[in-house]
């Protein structure tokens, strides 16, 4: 039961290092736990790069170290997309209205 658990934080590591590491090699700015107010300023590029290969490390490690992770195991790969489909979702929810994501489109109804 252990390895799920290992397995549902790998995903949401994985799915975490994907915003910074995008922003970071693209040259934006994007909020990291370092930045000042924490979770709303934005940090450096480099830092953003840093931050997600960070991240990265420890969801591999996580996936392959901690446990005894298979793709071919389904269970495995449903733990590890729950853990990833939840942060992402929560990055949207978080990001959305310092981004501009959580408006409607025009003409759109909403």
């Known amino acids: 039961m252990l390895d799920y658990l290992f397995y549902f934080f790998a995903g949401a590591f994985l799915a975490n290092s994907i915003p910074h590491i995008t922003n970071g090699i693209?040259?934006?700015a994007f909020p990291t736990p370092f930045?000042?107010?924490r979770g709303q300023g934005e940090s450096s590029a480099s830092l953003n790069v840093l931050w997600g290969a960070f991240n990265f490390g420890v969801g591999y490690a996580l996936l392959f170290f901690a446990g005894?992770?298979?793709f071919s195991a389904?269970?495995?790969a449903a733990v590890a997309g729950l853990g990833a489909l939840l942060m992402a979702l929560l990055l949207a929810w978080r990001f959305?209205?310092?981004y501009g994501g959580n408006?409607?489109?025009p003409g759109s109804g909403k």
Do not use: K, N, V, Y
């Open 26 to 28: 693209s040259g934006r």
């Open 35 to 37: 930045a000042t107010p």
């Open 68 to 70: 005894s992770f298979s």
């Open 74 to 76: 389904l269970t495995h």
């Open 96 to 98: 959305g209205p310092l």
């Open 103 to 105: 408006r409607s489109r």
